[in-house]
């Protein structure tokens, strides 16, 4: 008898949803779905924001969307766009591609985006792009590739904050090959990014005529590095060339070191991310030698880097931001200058705005390079420090060499098929 | 108030089930026509057809058959390759190219299903298994016609023109009913074969393989079938998905894919038409919910398969078939 | 390539492959015993490794943390077959599956909430760092150590199950359930302690690799799937056919790796789906089991 009062009343109550109109009950279907706040349309300047929030990397991906909220708030501070408040929608990508292809369609198609900004993959930032280029939005990628700047993949609304493998490897390359041996091994991850950063290296090297004695590729996360170090050791290089990236970087260090070749061989990766090396631990990293986009020492020279670190700081206990989250401070904060440069969020006045500013935001200045987009930036040489020599436990690195923002670090536009 | 002067709600819904059961083709169509508008957005309901056909056509092998595949990521990720490859270096259109991903599917579930027919239980799952690895491996070295790990980009098929009309697939409601119009085919096709000679067969073999091969039925030509027309359903829905997301991601044919699909097969109940279906809802519906809310979306994920397998062994589907006829 | 280098190459291997060993005995016994697929075996080598983090911080001592890691871990897997296994025996294989697969999920989620997502460190312990000289090349002291561990807890463990008089009721168990009933044999609690003896060996086998590897909330999952390499190619539920296997998948793995490295890791699919044609129980598996 309960159960047959219930079901009344079940029915009763469809019967008034029906009765307060159709678009009352399209609401009162939709609303159990989507449990996200909703926001009026047309009010504010919405940035999609696809990260690897949970996987191996969620801790710099959010990292990377608590710096972008800075760009966002400093923006909003400043009264908005006319008023217009500007807002961040961060979605998961879980690193994988087709969650973020999926994820873009969401804050496309749903969320109604006005430009979506991120990724911390290769391959992740390559489907965003895909997404974003059919439907006309502007995408500004955060994570590291050269293919996104190749024909096959640019679109004019294609942009490009973070550095890419070419220069990094390239600055690298230059400056350990000047100073060091002309014997190098090469330790590649077999995938896009690895080989692109091999390249970089080969190309830095012609001019000093290094020599390569070794060239191993690894599966992608692989975790036993056992089986591939003997053969590099077995070459005697003087310089080791780390063509991977996060967890396969750390563990290669790690079994490279047990291994004794530390002492025989000088190591060298180009993304050498702050993160990372806290994560490892001074003695695993100590000595090596690596490029960055970032470090918050730069603070003693550039002013935006003060601002930026000052800001992150306060809301930080004191901590300073990392390399890849000043990419998303970067990222968003320069669609928001150009939205207010345009003043409009007009996709074509702010590609306009993007490709004729220049801007500096926590680096020092940068431009895209007109031709693919590509942000044109500062390479920093860094060192991993020893434990004896850290200030502090955020004193990791030491700057080696500041090789300053030029286009001629990049792949020529003709070389890029663009 | 008798029971005779209204219907027992029990009995009431017993016969809306059964109504169900009897047309259950159509029955899913009515659900899928209004899945758009009720969903948060058209990109997930895609999604879900997608991979509620990929659940289907795995139960086949799965629930109808009573093996277990851990390698049906391989004909799901061949697929959508097949068309990825045909759109992107090819330039072929758009229904070559799914014709091609749909085939090539077919082929490789030819190749796996005559190899690891040959074993038995817990170690045809580890065949599979291993021999979706190896399809893994070569799509990802093939790095010139796959992109490796970057994944296969710009599969763009944009404006379809039949003729009388055309179809635009940047709009996300004409995309889903696109995607619709193939699912519902596969479905009702899915639904024929079932009802045929052959289905009774299958039955036949899973309740008792020996019974079967004494009536004199060819019992690993019968599941080699299975898993050949598994492998095309799957394949389909691979192709649906490349023209979906303009994009083949390398990580549709890791075994993570293959143990997607397994669970929601189970998630939904196995043993039913509608099952795998239902699971691919509950699964995908869940993690679009529970991903936006927290970063723990695991936890959620984990408790509800913990809690479903202690609790509702049917599976959703299952379980309301079994509240329902009890 | 030198012979001293594909000598040394081998060597790494079989360091490699005592990894694989541990990892596929515990699973190997828990699935020849309980018929169990134990898809958490990845999580309790996660959570061996984390609760190694946890014991080093307030034991202080590498030793007594690595003793400890086994009896926790074993511990949490005896919880888990009394409340949550327990009650899925005689429905098939798909439901432990299920379940052990949500747990997996659970335990890795619970880990990233305690311990973060980044990661914590792990050094080898003072006494074990660096390499020694084996006339063929150089090799890390620490790889060697877990070549000895390893060896020193497959004899234990051959000793306890063919030795002792426990160790033949859980042989009897494996081969025939009914009759251990008819017995007055109870089964449930042999089957318990195998479960705990699994996950513990799972957990020291974490505990063991934190230092080679990086200790994160992920590293269980691509050794589950080696794990379950190892298994199949052995033979599920045969403790001499998981020895076998797991030095042999180190030996290819590692062969691999020197003439055509980035196969490598399709290398160990390969042998199993070799194997599995050839031989589909493993190679000592027995006939007819699940069959």
């Known amino acids: 008898m309960t159960k047959e009062r219930h079901f009344k009343k079940g029915v009763q109550t469809r019967r008034q949803i029906l009765k307060t109109g159709l678009a009352g009950s399209a609401a009162v279907l939709a609303a159990p779905w989507i449990g996200r706040p909703a926001f009026a349309q047309g009010e504010s300047i919405k940035i999609g924001f696809p990260v690897p929030l949970t996987g191996p990397y969620g801790s710099e991906a959010q990292e990377q969307a608590r710096c972008a909220q800075i760009a966002i708030d400093k923006f909003n501070e400043a009264g908005g766009l006319d008023g217009r408040m500007a807002e961040l929608l961060v979605r998961d990508d879980k690193l994988k591609s087709g969650e973020a292809a999926t994820r873009t369609l969401e804050l496309i198609e749903k969320d109604g985006v006005d430009f979506v900004c991120g990724s911390l993959s290769a391959s992740v930032q390559l489907a965003v792009n895909t997404v974003c280029a059919e439907r006309g939005k502007i995408y500004n990628s955060i994570s590291q590739s050269d293919a996104i700047n190749e024909a096959e993949n640019f679109s004019k609304y294609t942009f490009h904050e973070a550095m890419n493998p070419h220069m990094t490897a390239g600055a690298v390359g230059d400056y350990v090959f000047k100073n060091s041996g002309k014997r190098v091994a090469f330790l590649i991850a077999d995938y896009a990014y690895g080989h692109e950063m091999a390249r970089g290296f080969k190309v830095a090297g012609e001019k000093y005529g290094i020599e390569v004695v070794a060239e191993v590729k690894h599966p992608l996360a692989s975790k036993d590095f056992s089986t591939f170090l003997p053969q590099i050791q077995a070459a005697r290089p003087d310089v080791l060339c780390l063509c991977n990236f996060g967890f396969d970087q750390l563990n290669s260090l790690k079994q490279a070191r047990s291994f004794g070749m530390k002492e025989q061989m000088m190591m060298v990766a180009p993304a050498l991310l702050y993160n990372q090396r806290r994560a490892g631990g001074a003695s695993v990293y100590s000595g090596v030698v690596g490029a960055t986009n970032y470090y918050w020492k730069l603070e003693d020279e550039i002013a935006t880097a003060k601002a930026f670190n000052d800001v992150y700081r306060a809301g930080n206990d004191g901590a300073p931001p990392s390399d890849y989250g000043a990419y998303g401070y970067a990222g968003v904060g320069v669609l928001l200058n150009a939205v207010t440069a345009a003043g409009s969020t007009d996709t074509d006045g702010v590609i306009e705005q993007l490709e004729a500013m220049k801007y500096d935001l926590y680096k020092g200045e940068e431009h895209y390079r007109t031709c693919d987009h590509q942000a044109v930036q500062s390479v920093f040489i860094i060192e991993s420090k020893d434990e004896a020599d850290m200030e502090n436990e955020y004193d990791v690195f030491r700057i080696l060499e500041k090789d300053g923002a030029s286009e001629d670090m990049l792949r020529s536009c003709e070389s890029l098929g663009l | 108030m008798s029971d005779t002067a209204e219907p027992r709600p029990k009995a009431y819904w017993s016969r809306i089930v059964d109504a169900i059961a009897r047309h259950r083709a159509l029955a899913v169509l009515v659900v899928l026509l209004i899945f758009p508008f009720v969903l948060p957005y058209e990109a997930l309901a895609s999604n879900i057809v997608i991979f509620g056909l990929f659940a289907l056509g795995f139960n086949l092998v799965f629930g109808y058959t009573g093996v277990l595949s851990f390698g049906h990521a391989a004909f799901f990720g061949v697929g959508a390759y097949g068309t990825g490859i045909a759109i992107v270096h090819l330039g072929l259109p758009w229904w070559v190219a799914m014709l091609i991903g749909v085939l090539a599917a077919g082929v490789t579930a030819m190749i796996m299903g005559a190899l690891a027919i040959r074993t038995r239980g817990i170690y045809f799952a580890m065949v599979t298994l291993a021999l979706a690895q190896c399809v893994y491996y070569i799509v990802y070295q093939m790095k010139g016609w796959s992109g490796g790990e970057n994944g296969l980009n710009g599969v763009i098929v944009g404006q379809i023109d039949l003729g009388f009309a055309s179809i635009d697939l940047l709009d996300p409601m004409q995309k889903y009913f696109f995607t619709l119009t193939f699912v519902a085919l596969a479905i009702f096709i899915f639904s024929r074969i079932l009802a045929s000679g052959f289905g009774a067969v299958l039955e036949a073999v899973r309740e008792n393989e020996d019974r079967a091969r004494a009536c004199g039925y060819d019992v690993r030509l019968t599941k080699w079938l299975a898993f050949v027309i598994s492998g095309l359903f799957c394949g389909l829905a691979g192709a649906l998905n490349a023209i979906h997301l303009s994009v083949v991601p390398i990580e549709i044919l890791h075994y993570h894919m293959s143990g997607q699909v397994v669970m929601m097969a189970l998630l939904g109940g196995m043993g039913t038409f509608f099952g795998p279906f239902a699971g691919a809802i509950v699964f995908l519906l869940l993690e679009d919910v529970v991903t936006t809310m927290t970063t723990h979306w695991q936890l959620i994920l984990g408790l509800v398969f913990m809690a479903c397998v202690l609790f509702f062994p049917r599976g959703v589907w299952g379980s309301v078939l079994q509240w329902v006829r009890r | ?291």
């Open chain 3, 1 to 291: 390539m030198t012979v001293n280098l594909v000598l040394l190459q081998l060597f790494t291997g079989l360091a490699l492959g005592s990894v694989f060993v541990l990892l596929g005995v515990g699973l190997s016994l828990i699935f020849g015993l309980l018929t169990v697929v134990n898809f958490a075996h990845g999580a309790f080598y996660m959570v061996g490794a984390y609760v190694g983090v946890f014991a080093l911080a307030h034991l202080g001592n590498f030793w007594l943390a690595m003793a400890a890691v086994p009896i926790i871990v074993g511990g949490m897997g005896l919880v888990v077959e009394r409340f949550l296994v327990r009650p899925l025996y005689g429905r098939g294989i798909d439901y432990p599956l299920l379940l052990t697969f949500g747990l997996g999920l659970v335990l890795v989620e619970l880990v990233r909430i305690i311990y973060g997502l980044e990661g914590v460190p792990f050094d080898v312990p003072e006494v074990l760092q660096g390499a020694v000289d084996l006339g063929i090349g150089w090799f890390p002291l620490y790889r060697l150590f877990l070549i000895v561990v390893t060896a020193v807890l497959v004899f234990a463990l051959w000793l306890f199950l063919e030795k002792t008089s426990y160790g033949l009721v859980i042989r009897a168990g494996a081969s025939d359930p009914e009759i251990m009933r008819v017995l007055g044999v109870d089964i449930s609690t042999v089957w318990l302690v195998v479960f705990g003896i699994g996950t513990g060996i799972a957990g020291l086998a974490g505990v063991l690799s934190a230092p080679m590897t990086s200790v994160i909330p992920d590293m269980g999952t691509t050794v589950l799937v080696q794990a379950f390499v190892v298994t199949v190619v052995g033979g599920m539920g045969s403790l001499l056919g998981a020895v076998v296997a797991g030095l042999l998948v180190g030996v290819v793995v590692s062969m691999t790796a020197l003439f055509y490295p980035e196969l490598s890791d399709l290398a160990m699919f390969m042998l199993m789906a070799a194997v599995l044609l050839v031989r589909p129980q493993g190679l000592f598996g027995r006939k007819g089991l699940m069959g």
